[in-house]
């Protein structure tokens, strides 16, 4: 196993054969360590020991999909649905922009009331009172015209995990209705209209297999996006997958040096559900080859019902308030936060 992590490391150009036989690695202790190795060196040569902070403002939990995974889905009459209003989604900039963010990530469930004209505007205000500052996007799948216009309005990211390149386990997690060829054009089109873009999965969801996760790895590849999130799948008590396994932090880490390693200048956020299965989850995670941290500025009023998955944290070091925890943290791991836009770097 080791000689396969070698020869990825010299050359990544990968087939998905190859791919899947360096996903087996990560039983091989040896064959990780050198691949982990390899991936903090990549890390430190292109952005030192910094790590950038993303201040994440989770605005709506109303969804019009139904992902099988997901505690925000439509069909869980569970979830206490709440929107914020564009006054609030402004208080949360104005509160990071005073704890230094200088990055706002607007994330959501695909809720309909967000129309192109209402989330323009809101990204206009966000751009007139912060022009320094980038503001990403984390809501799903739209048409390229709507794309295009909170482009035209402001928005610099965006967030949209692929969640599986495999075709059968896509169909497994999500309801028929929805496509994996409709995920991938919706990425594609965002990087045709220069958005940074942001792709990934979860590692561990029900079904997944190593040749999914060759699939995953082959699609960064093509794709070759500026941000990889990916982070342990976490079951959620009010989903068909409450009764499965989580997925393995030890995993999660050996794919956050494999992607590292795939795509160099790559911002890879250390996760909050790394942080969940693990309290040194994201500390781990920045030793793996992470890059980004993404503490969590939604009001505290509504943390709770932005439930994801079960026991998702939210309260505690990940919070932005407590800024000064996580860079005493980060700084133990032997990084150091740095505040400032953190773009994708050129190629
Ligand atoms: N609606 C937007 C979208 O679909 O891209 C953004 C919100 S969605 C909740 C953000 C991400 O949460 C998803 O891409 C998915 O990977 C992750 N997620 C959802 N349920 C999860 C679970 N049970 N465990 C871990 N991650 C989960
Ligand atoms: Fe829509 Fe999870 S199902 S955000």
Request: net charge neutral; hydrophobic share 35%.
């Amino acid at each position: 196993m080791r000689a396969i992590a070698e020869r990825f490391i010299k050359n990544t150009d990968f087939t998905e054969d190859e791919f899947r036989m360096l996903v087996e690695c990560a039983e091989d202790p040896e064959a990780a360590e050198l691949l982990t190795q390899e991936a903090v060196r990549i890390r430190k040569k292109h952005y030192g020991d910094k790590v950038y902070i993303r201040g994440l403002i989770e605005f709506t939990n109303y969804c019009r999909n139904d992902c099988g995974y997901c505690g925000i889905r439509r069909g869980n009459l569970h979830a206490r649905r709440y929107r914020l209003t564009k006054e609030e989604i402004l208080e949360c900039c104005a509160r990071g922009y005073e704890l230094g963010f200088r990055t706002f990530v607007l994330q959501g469930g695909e809720d309909r009331w967000f129309t192109d004209e209402r989330m323009a505007d809101i990204i206009r205000s966000i751009r007139a009172s912060y022009p320094g500052c980038a503001i990403t996007l984390s809501i799903g799948e739209r048409s390229y015209e709507s794309y295009r216009l909170l482009k035209e309005a402001g928005a610099d990211r965006y967030l949209l995990r692929h969640e599986t390149a495999d075709e059968e386990h896509y169909g497994k997690l999500h309801p028929s209705e929805m496509s994996l060829a409709v995920r991938k054009m919706c990425l594609y089109d965002l990087k045709l209209l220069g958005y940074q873009v942001g792709a990934g999965f979860m590692v561990g969801s029900p079904g997944q297999t190593a040749d999914c996760l060759a699939k995953d790895l082959l699609f960064l590849k093509e794709l070759r996006p500026h941000m990889v999130g990916i982070g342990p799948f976490v079951p959620h008590h009010d989903t068909r997958f409450a009764q499965e396994k989580a997925g393995s932090v030890e995993l999660t880490l050996f794919l956050l040096s494999v992607i590292r390693i795939l795509l160099p200048k790559v911002l890879l956020p250390a996760t909050t559900a790394l942080g969940t299965m693990d309290p040194q989850g994201r500390e781990k995670g920045l030793q793996a080859g992470a890059n980004v941290v993404m503490p969590n500025l939604s009001p505290r009023k509504n943390r709770k019902q932005y439930e994801l998955y079960d026991n998702k944290i939210c309260t505690g070091e990940e919070a932005a308030e407590c800024l000064e925890c996580l860079a005493r943290r980060v700084e133990q791991a032997g990084y150091h936060l740095c505040s400032g836009r953190g773009d994708a770097l050129q190629e």
